[in-house]
């Protein structure tokens, strides 16, 4: 069993930049394709992007593209979220999630190991 962590969530004004950190534990995720999935209140989880488990290929939700870009940290067991240019669309609890069976890099269902989320907040 993968234990996935989000950490570095926050209030940004637009424009702003962050950087979402997902720690994995339990077990490598190297092998793993990562994605990152969010939720905004009174909507369903979406996808935003994911990475395969080499980190050589990487897919984004439109929206986010150029804006966003994930990257791993193999050695740290760790996947990475930059979040540049930050609308106040993009205001949405963020998760990562872990494939470890296979399956759709952007279907939410065939990831199967979740983090808690963190709060990712734009406002001016």
């Known amino acids: 069993q993968v234990q996935l962590v989000e950490s570095g969530g926050g209030l940004v004004q637009p424009g702003g930049s962050l950087r979402l950190s997902c720690a994995a534990s339990g077990r490598s995720v190297s092998n793993y394709a990562m994605g990152w999935f969010r939720q905004a209140p009174g909507k369903e989880r979406e996808f935003v992007g994911t990475i395969n488990w080499s980190g050589g290929d990487t897919w984004y939700i439109d929206s986010v593209k150029g804006r966003f870009t994930i990257s791993r940290i193999s050695a740290k067991n760790t996947v990475l979220l930059r979040m540049d240019s930050l609308k106040p669309e993009d205001t949405a609890v963020y998760y990562c999630?872990?494939?470890?069976?296979?399956?759709?890099?952007?279907?939410?269902?065939?990831?199967?190991?979740w983090g808690q989320g963190t709060q990712v907040t734009v406002s001016s």
């Open positions: 999630a872990a494939m470890t069976r296979g399956g759709s890099v952007t279907r939410l269902s065939d990831f199967d190991s």
